[in-house]
């Protein structure tokens, strides 16, 4: 297994895992499939904090993080998305390409990073709970996919 900064190459792989979180599972409530063009544009930006991890050059998860809300206010708080390939878990890759981007944000100054989990995904919130982040909310109803209602986990770590 490799992690390295993603790059606009990598945009048709990440869109494929994606996409399928998107189509098939409440672990993201974003209904809007991801594109390979927008993806490679995000991708062109160095100041975007976009990791993958691949074996034998085929890209098995990413990692990402953004801002947690707009406002300057909020500037040294960030959320992250981590996604694997539907058959690349249990490696240790989540947890790897959690640490490098907790890394990058940290040597960036950033003070604390969320993840915003489905309530219905227990091994994600389990997962960031190993990996130290607190469950510090969750929030009721606040979803809407697959014509019902979710609760998001909020889970927090301090860098």
């Not at 994606?18 to 991708?43: C, G, M, P």
């Not at 707009?70 to 996604?83: F, I, L, P, S």
């Amino acid at each position: 297994m490799t992690i390295r900064r993603a790059t606009p190459k990598d945009a048709a792989a990440i869109a494929q895992i994606w996409n399928h979180y998107i189509r098939n599972t409440v672990t993201t409530f974003n209904s809007q499939e991801k594109t390979t063009v927008d993806l490679a544009r995000a991708l062109s930006d160095p100041q975007t904090p976009f990791y993958v991890s691949t074996a034998k050059n085929t890209v098995t998860g990413f990692a990402t993080y953004s801002d947690f809300r707009r406002g300057v206010g909020y500037a040294k708080t960030k959320e992250h998305t981590v996604n694997l390939a539907p058959d690349a878990g249990g490696r240790g890759l989540g947890r790897a390409l959690l640490q490098v981007i907790e890394d990058h944000a940290r040597e960036q100054g950033i003070h604390s990073i969320f993840a915003g989990v489905s309530a219905e995904n227990t091994a994600a919130v389990g997962f960031h709970l190993a990996c130290g982040y607190a469950e510090v909310a969750r929030l009721s109803q606040v979803g809407w996919k697959f014509d019902r209602w979710h609760d998001l986990v909020l889970l927090q770590k301090f860098l």
